[in-house]
């Protein structure tokens, strides 16, 4: 086995594999950085091999930090049938989709490749984001389709695989509306 199929096996429990003192440490380390940082290598590099990273210029990754939890709607003051009064709000982005987005916004000159799972607390969720850069992505001929216009902003239209995935879920609410439209 190559060394990155044992570094992915330590990290099917990383706190249990890391010792639960080092794996708070880390967290703690994790808590006190901003929203999104750029890092020279990727903390999970066996995961970062197989979504794409390669160690060349131009292509790096970046920690984005995303709060974990539901939604909740504004409540209402008054003028509503208790029945139909939900306050809480199924989200149909997932958190790695919020930081694959986050990532986009702050490194708008890249394109946002994959990303992948770091860590969590009860608090936070931490996930590790695969950019290249759109200029420097026409040296390589693996990233050179990053570089072609079609491929711009791709993050935003949910074409990574965490966005693929959340558009391609059936609508919460369509059972629902079926049942309504039914009745009527």
Known sequence: MGY????????????????????????????????VVRLEHPTR????????YKAKQGIFVARVRVTRGGSKR?????????????RFITRIKSDKWIAEERAGRD?????????????????????????????????Y????WVAMPANKGRVFRGLTSAGKHARLKPDHNAAKKQKTKLRH
């Open 74 to 86: 504004p409540k209402p003051r008054h003028g509503r049938k208790p029945s139909n009064y939900g």
């Open 141 to 144: 001929p693996d990233y050179r």
């Open 45 to 52: 590099p066996d995961r970062a091999r197989a979504l794409g």
């Open 107 to 139: 490194y708008r000159n890249c394109e946002v490749i994959n990303s992948y799972w770091v860590a969590q607390d009860g608090r936070y969720k931490w996930f590790e984001v695969i950019l290249v850069n759109r200029e420097l992505a026409a040296r």
């Open 4 to 35: 990155l199929k044992y570094v992915s096996k330590l990290w099917e429990k990383p706190k249990q594999n890391f010792g639960a003192e080092n794996w708070r440490n880390f967290l703690v380390k994790l808590r006190e950085e901003p929203m």
